[in-house]
């Protein structure tokens, strides 16, 4: 698909920022495994791409410390957190040292080795397909090769810059 340029001027980040805030998201810790280390960032850009093969999609920022993990891996799990799991989020935000993150919830090994949050809402274990750069993030494309899902129906979504339980 040829995009055509157009001449308009971008919208200031700050600008940006602010609007995005108010698009609320459910909160994700999105995990790998690569040579026989554990990785993981907690994500909100992360959607669904078609279901027929069912194929989702994860941004993740190539500065973050464990990118060249996700790029040599080949396969990613995204666990979608529970309410009560706010801790974890914060653990896999980026301030705590990713030899350190794993020691937050209750983690197995899936399909692909990737982690598996054992009490996630639901938790997609993908083998990547594609992946695409784009500003200063790469667009993973994952097929959707294991789904666990919790009997508990609740998810923890992040809105207005704050965590909100639903």
Not at 60 to 85: D, M, W, Y
Not at 104 to 128: K, R
Request: hydrophobic share 35%; proline share 3%.
């Amino acid at each position: 698909m040829n995009m055509v340029n157009h001449r308009f001027d971008t919208a200031d980040t700050s600008s940006f920022r602010s609007g995005m805030s108010r698009l609320g998201s459910a909160v994700n810790v999105v995990t790998t495994s690569s040579a026989d280390k554990r990785y993981g960032f907690t994500a909100s850009a992360v959607c669904s791409v078609s279901d027929t093969p069912p194929t989702l999609l994860v941004c993740i920022n190539r500065a973050i410390s464990c990118f060249h993990a996700f790029e040599r891996a080949g396969h990613f799990c995204v666990n979608t957190l529970k309410p009560h799991q706010e801790d974890i989020a914060n653990v896999f935000g980026g301030r705590t040292p990713v030899e350190d993150r794993f020691g937050f919830g209750d983690w197995s090994e899936g399909l692909t080795g990737a982690p598996v949050l054992s009490n996630a809402s639901v938790s997609f274990e993908c083998e990547i397909t594609n992946a695409v750069d784009e500003a200063t993030h790469r667009i993973l494309f994952g097929r959707v090769i294991d789904i666990r899902e919790s009997e508990e129906e609740a998810t923890l979504f992040y809105c207005m810059r704050r965590y909100i339980r639903v």
